[in-house]
């Protein structure tokens, strides 16, 4: 199996994984968000603990710890309101609206990233917001809390993304995942803490489900990306939306609404637009840089 065929599977696999994390969510019966968010952080945690056990030092070393602890924080609020959002929103309305993420990391990268954003990506940006006003239709239908937490949820994920970025020049992906998981925790625990009961062993089972399998999924797809190029892996992400469809109608019956198509359509364009233009740019600088490299050492 080519290393390419390999990352094209591991790109479906998160995919299928981030379905069902979503499934556990929306099937869970009673119990609250924060319960929800808690069992997240924990899920992220055991991920690290092969490395706590191992190399407990190397894990926990940082240089960048307010930028972790921010990191952290987002990554809790974040979580949240992914959560509000899809347990109050049919799956394919919710799973479109979460790559708004890539729209939102477009109209901050120049400000806090200093990056150079051209005129192209900007149309593409700007026809993705088109598409989610044309599924919220403000001022047609009242717009809910579920749908204004998913986008809040995706200008929190384009803040993950943006400082990740940045930490992910000098610390470890395992460092990065350990200090969002004791960050989240410290965070979650005293606000799930009144509200804690036994929830059943249905409802335990779901709890489980949904905290590892977002952790799950996040690692397979960074196996993905670093055996392909992202503008390859990138497009195998909307596969997401064909399994929420799915799984929307044959466990929960939501039929989707006719707006979701035009609205989708250029939700996923754009950002399919967006991601290729950057692999293309990031192909283009590092082709210069070699070049000058070569240059001054010749």
Same mark, same amino acid.
């Given at each position: 199996?080519?290393?390419?065929?390999?990352?094209?599977?591991?790109?479906?696999?998160?995919?299928?994984?981030?379905?069902?994390?979503?499934?556990?969510?929306?099937?869970?019966?009673?119990?609250?968000?924060?319960?929800?968010?808690?069992?997240?952080?924990?899920?992220?945690?055991?991920?690290?603990?092969?490395?706590?056990?191992?190399?407990?030092?190397?894990?926990?070393?940082?240089?960048?710890?307010?930028?972790?602890?921010?990191?952290?924080?987002?990554?809790?609020?974040?979580?949240?309101?992914?959560?509000?959002?899809?347990?109050?929103?049919?799956?394919?309305?919710?799973?479109?609206?979460?790559?708004?993420?890539?729209?939102?990391?477009?109209?901050?990268?120049?400000?806090?990233?200093?990056?150079?954003?051209?005129?192209?990506?900007?149309?593409?940006?700007?026809?993705?917001?088109?598409?989610?006003?044309?599924?919220?239709?403000?001022?047609?239908?009242?717009?809910?809390?579920?749908?204004?937490?998913?986008?809040?949820?995706?200008?929190?994920?384009?803040?993950?993304?943006?400082?990740?970025?940045?930490?992910?020049?000098?610390?470890?992906?395992?460092?990065?995942?350990?200090?969002?998981?004791?960050?989240?925790? &410290? @965070?979650?625990?005293? +606000? /799930? $803490?009144? %509200?804690?009961?036994?929830?059943? #062993?249905?409802?335990?089972?779901?709890? !489980?489900?949904?905290?590892?399998?977002?952790?799950?999924?996040?690692?397979?797809?960074?196996?993905?990306?670093?055996?392909?190029?992202?503008?390859?892996?990138?497009?195998?992400?909307?596969?997401?939306?064909?399994? &929420? @469809?799915?799984?929307? +109608? /044959? $466990?929960? %019956?939501?039929?989707?609404?006719? #707006?979701?198509?035009?609205?989708?359509? !250029?939700?996923?364009?754009?950002?399919?637009?967006?991601?290729?233009?950057?692999?293309?740019?990031?192909?283009?600088?590092?082709?210069?840089?070699?070049?000058?490299?070569?240059?001054?050492?010749?």
């Amino acid at each position: 199996m080519t290393p390419t065929t390999r990352a094209a599977l591991l790109a479906l696999g998160a995919s299928l994984l981030f379905t069902l994390e979503t499934l556990a969510v929306k099937a869970l019966v009673g119990v609250p968000i924060a319960t929800l968010v808690l069992a997240r952080a924990i899920g992220q945690l055991a991920w690290t603990v092969p490395d706590l056990i191992r190399s407990p030092a190397l894990l926990v070393r940082t240089n960048e710890l307010p930028m972790q602890v921010f990191r952290g924080l987002l990554s809790a609020v974040a979580w949240y309101l992914y959560y509000v959002s899809f347990s109050g929103m049919p799956l394919a309305t919710a799973t479109v609206l979460s790559f708004t993420t890539v729209l939102f990391v477009t109209a901050m990268a120049a400000p806090l990233l200093g990056e150079k954003v051209g005129w192209r990506r900007w149309t593409a940006t700007l026809a993705g917001f088109a598409g989610v006003l044309i599924i919220m239709r403000p001022g047609m239908v009242p717009v809910g809390i579920p749908v204004l937490a998913a986008i809040a949820a995706s200008v929190f994920g384009a803040g993950i993304l943006i400082t990740t970025k940045r930490l992910a020049r000098t610390e470890r992906t395992v460092t990065i995942m350990f200090y969002v998981g004791v960050v989240a925790l &410290a @965070v979650s625990l005293p +606000v /799930a $803490l009144p %509200g804690l009961a036994w929830p059943g #062993w249905w409802n335990m089972a779901l709890l !489980l489900a949904a905290g590892f399998l977002g952790p799950s999924a996040m690692w397979v797809w960074i196996s993905a990306l670093r055996m392909a190029d992202a503008s390859f892996i990138a497009p195998l992400s909307y596969v997401r939306l064909l399994f &929420a @469809v799915g799984f929307g +109608v /044959a $466990l929960f %019956g939501e039929v989707p609404e006719w #707006w979701l198509l035009p609205g989708g359509a !250029l939700i996923i364009g754009s950002t399919l637009y967006i991601t290729r233009r950057e692999a293309m740019l990031h192909r283009a600088r590092a082709a210069s840089s070699a070049a000058t490299s070569s240059a001054k050492s010749a």
